[in-house]
Structure formats: structure tokens, C-alpha cells
């Protein structure tokens, strides 16, 4: 079965600490993944994607897919980082994308 | 451009009722996808439209279909709807394989 996890519905953290938000992924393929993020009163848009291998607003993600994982890093949270994260994954030759259930993430002051 | 644009942003229906929702993609772009994000979960894909057909879709049922004109914008109809169908329904706009781009999303409630 295709499935995107994210097993952490809310992470809170001070701002300055590092962050990892957690995505685990059931696919027999080769997937594209993603991670989109949702800033308050915001829509939906994409943060980065894993065959881009760029760093988004200090944000990274490797894909390992010896444990077909995901997960979204940056060393030292911002208060702007505080939003809604999905990561998705895109099966091959489909447009399709597979959701998570996403992650809160709250930066304190 | 004012990128994906959706409407209405929110209705409400009565079980057994007929809706349809509308969406304009971004300028540009071709291809147009709908989903449906329940409470709490993340979106889940329903159908695509490129070129006014149905591409692809996901596991819904047939009370879900949708259309796509000329001019590229699409509309999602739902039929004899249900309680279980309350949620946000997001348009997202793309070229084919390309970036995904959301619109804000109608909100349905059915009571």
C-alpha cells in the first residue's frame, strides 16, 4: 500500500533549538516526496522537494530509503517556522500526491 | 495573477443534496487537481483533469465528479451527500508533473 506517516502530530520547541519533523513512507517504488507547509490563514504550498536537494528557509530533508524516511530538519527554529507540515509523496508516473496527516509545529519565544 | 482561485469559500448542504464546487488555475497552467481534507488529516487526492478528461483518480465513489472547460477551470460535483463528506475541499493547478499550486479551499458542511 502507498502511505506517507508523520507520527507526531504536534512538536513544540524554543526558538534557537533544532527541529526534526518525522516522515516515514510505504511505497515498492521509487517516489518523489515532498514536504508542503500550511502558515496560518495560509494556503497550502510546497517547501521542498527531495530531487532538488536545496535547503528551504534553513530547512532540509534526505531521503533515506533504507528506512524509507523523509523526515524535515533545520538546525536552529524560527517563530516564522511555526505552521502546519505534510510531508506527500508522488508515485511514479502518477500527478498524484499522498498526504500525510501532518505535523503542528509550534516555536516559542 | 491571483494564482488558484476557488469558489464558493463556504457552503453548507443538507444530507441527499447536490453540490458543486469551482475552481480557475493558476494563469498558465492546464492540469487541475481536487482534494478532500477531512478534520485533522492531510489531503486526500480524488481526480485530476487534464485536457477536459479525467486523468486519474483516487479511491472515491462515483457521487464525486468533476469537469473541466476549455478555459481550463474545473468544477467538483458531489451528489446525495453525506454527513461523512463535511470537509475542505482544495483545488490545486499545475503543468503536467509540475508543482502542485493550492487554492484556499471551499468549505463544505453538510448537516
Known amino acids: 500500500a502507498q502511505r506517507v506517516t508523520q507520527p507526531e502530530k504536534l512538536l513544540s520547541v524554543f526558538k534557537g533549538a533544532p527541529v526534526e519533523l518525522k516522515c516515514n513512507y510505504s511505497?515498492?517504488?521509487?517516489?518523489?516526496l515532498f514536504w508542503y507547509v500550511q502558515y496560518s490563514r495560509q494556503r497550502l504550498q510546497l517547501l521542498l522537494r527531495?530531487?532538488s536537494r536545496e535547503s528551504i528557509k534553513g530547512f532540509t530533508a534526505d531521503l533515506n530509503k533504507g528506512e524509507t524516511s523523509f523526515h524535515l530538519k533545520k538546525p536552529f527554529a524560527q517563530e516564522e517556522d511555526s505552521a502546519m507540515y505534510y510531508c506527500?509523496?508522488?508515485?511514479?508516473?502518477?500527478?498524484?500526491?499522498?498526504f500525510g496527516t501532518g505535523t503542528r509545529l509550534q516555536v516559542f519565544p | 495573477d491571483a494564482g488558484v482561485t476557488q469558489s464558493p469559500t463556504h457552503l453548507i448542504k443538507t444530507r441527499g443534496q447536490q453540490v458543486t464546487l469551482r475552481c480557475s488555475p493558476k494563469?498558465?497552467?492546464?492540469?487541475v487537481s481536487w482534494y478532500q481534507q477531512a478534520l485533522g488529516q492531510g489531503p486526500q487526492f480524488i481526480f485530476q483533469?487534464?485536457?477536459?478528461?479525467?486523468?486519474q483518480r483516487g479511491n472515491f465513489p462515483d457521487r464525486f465528479s468533476g469537469h473541466q472547460f476549455p478555459n481550463y477551470s474545473s468544477e467538483l460535483n458531489v451528489n446525495a451527500l453525506l454527513l461523512g463528506d463535511s470537509a475542505l475541499y482544495l483545488c490545486?493547478?499545475?503543468?503536467?508533473?509540475?508543482?502542485?499550486?493550492f487554492g484556499p479551499g471551499t468549505r463544505l458542511t453538510v448537516l
Open positions: 483533469y487534464y485536457e477536459e478528461e479525467e486523468r
Open positions: 494563469s498558465g497552467h492546464d492540469t
Open positions: 490545486a493547478s499545475s503543468l503536467q508533473r509540475g508543482e502542485q499550486f
Open positions: 511505497y515498492s517504488g521509487s517516489p518523489e
Open positions: 527531495h530531487i
Open positions: 506527500a509523496l508522488r508515485p511514479y508516473n502518477t500527478d498524484k500526491l499522498i
